[in-house]
């Protein structure tokens, strides 16, 4: 066993299955993860996206990779004798962890995108995700300088701030008893009946981020007072966070987690 697996299973051993009943009984299936109502309140934590600082390029991820297979530097992915790439867009984005690309690459938030393409910051009736900005796309696929949320994971520097808030607005702070669950796509959609969840300190959340067993952050989170329940969807750009006001208006209210109500999906 590596010397992460070890830390992992001292800071955060596995527990029953069953610590999630309350959780089925709450908000029905979860294996994309469990989408809690409001406790009393909720809000939206948006995936952080970024922008290269010379602006978004003329060229999309799509025409891109167009032309890295027309000079041979990927190969064409065909599947059951099918070119998928004479099929399919290539949007840009991805599926699970992220961090800032690094250096030459600044935040770009979904405010300022929304001010400078006239879209919503998130459409009506519908859920932050990969249908979002549909006027930044050209053609179905993003500018090659834009680099856009992933699916099913928070960023790193989100689920950092996003922890110390709820260390912050929990009684027993970084000593609060919390649970995580990471549904089964996250776990290569292998194992639908035995449930994976960890248990252990709000104060040792941080190493959650890094589960070798999954490349994402957890599905659900939650206080083991049920007092707050974080839910990160597998097909979404966003956590919903539901629990007191006050929690919910000091992630409004912070300056490097952005996040909204959404009327429809409170």
């Known amino acids: 066993m590596s010397e992460e697996s070890n830390l992992m299973s001292s800071l955060w051993p596995l527990v029953p299955s069953g610590a999630t009943d309350w959780l089925l009984e709450l908000c029905g299936d979860g294996i994309t993860g469990f989408m809690p109502p409001a406790m009393p309140d909720a809000v939206w934590v948006l995936n952080a996206m970024y922008e290269h600082e010379q602006g978004p390029a003329d060229v999309s991820y799509h025409e891109y990779h167009q032309a890295r297979l027309a ?3 990927v190969q064409p992915h065909v599947v059951a ?5 004479t099929v399919s867009v290539a949007t840009g984005g991805g599926l699970g962890r992220a961090e800032h690309p690094g250096p030459g690459w600044r935040r770009l938030r979904w405010a300022e995108l929304a001010r400078r393409t006239g879209d919503q910051v998130v459409a009506d009736g519908l859920m932050p995700s990969y249908r979002s900005f549909p006027s930044a796309k050209k053609e179905g696929s993003r500018p090659l300088g834009m680099v856009p ?4 994971s928070l960023d790193r520097e989100t689920w950092n701030r996003l922890i110390a808030i709820l260390t912050q607005y929990s009684p027993a702070g970084p000593d609060t008893r919390c649970l995580a669950y990471y549904n089964p796509m996250v776990l290569g959609a ?9 248990a252990g300190r709000l104060g040792d959340a941080e190493i959650l981020y890094d589960q070798s067993e999954a ?5 659900n989170f939650w206080a083991d007072d049920r007092s707050w329940v974080l839910c990160t969807d597998y097909d979404l750009w966003a956590t919903k966070v539901a629990g007191p006001p ?3 208006n000091a992630l409004l209210n912070d300056s490097e987690i952005e996040a909204v109500r959404l009327s429809w999906a409170h």
């Open 190 to 198: 292998i194992d639908f009946d035995n449930l994976h969840v960890r």
């Open 246 to 248: 006050a929690l919910i």
């Open 215 to 219: 490349d994402f952050s957890p599905s």
């Open 71 to 73: 000079d041979g530097s």
């Open 81 to 85: 004798g099918i070119d998928l790439d």
């Open 149 to 152: 949320p992933t699916e099913g």
